[in-house]
């Protein structure tokens, strides 16, 4: 099943995403967490790799070993960071080998200890030369890509970073899979606008649940999201009970993502963190229909 068949349903999709872990125990530890997400019913997973391609095979032995557990469609994520357009075939050629028949195709972050990116040379610049080099010379791979309802931090306007995603779409892209945020308004003002610039592929939000207030500023310091007041007011009242703070992240995923459904979008992407206990309780309460 491909990108576009998953979101051509009368239900919302589900998907998950994942990244490669640093030892063989998280690896087994990960694969028990897939189980469990495994029980709603997903239509795709999908793993990303570390700064400049650094896991790129462990990504593919990842996701490999995910096609192979839940014969479910996975995507790998590619970036142009680093990387010729030779050697970006021969990665494609390789994850089509290991069943992987998605990409999330990406230009990526520059290098740590660079403040821009550079492409290589014989590489890509811009995610839509990536895009478009996918679907020319591997047809048959569905092609998701970013969106930024808050707009991609290094944009100079949300005007110029959604032209970037109108290139992409029109390179080739199946699907557009927005960066995490927290605020619903921004999602909606950011899907009629890309509507209204004749974006008409599924634009799926992407959600990630809060388990601990320090590290979910620190991600959203980074990506330029928003956290609401009230959300950051619960999380501080928390204090350093991890379990209320985990409690308080999924109570508001969980109403963002009824919220969302209620809207009509397409399906949601739940960033996990390689974890399921989150994910599962905001399925939870929602009454996802799992196997």
Partial sequence: MSLADIYSTDQPGLSFELFPP?????????LKHVQRLLEFSPGYITCTYGAGGSTQNKTLDIIGRVHEMSGLPVATHLTCVGSTAEQLGEYLTEARKRGVDNVVALRGDPPKGEDSFTAVEGGFKY????VE????????????????PEKHVEAPSLDVDLENLKRKVDAGADVVVTQLFYVNDDFFAFRDRCVALGINVPIVPGLLPVTNFAQIKRITSLCGAKLPGEFVSALEAAGDESDTQFQVGVDFATQQMAQLLEAGVPGVHLYVLNKSEAASGVLENLGWKAN
């Fill in 133 to 148: 080099y996918i679907r020319r010379d591997f047809s048959d791979m569905g092609i998701a890509v970013a969106g930024y």
């Fill in 22 to 30: 640093k030892t063989e125990a998280g690896e087994e530890a990960l």
């Fill in 127 to 130: 995610a839509n030369e990536l």
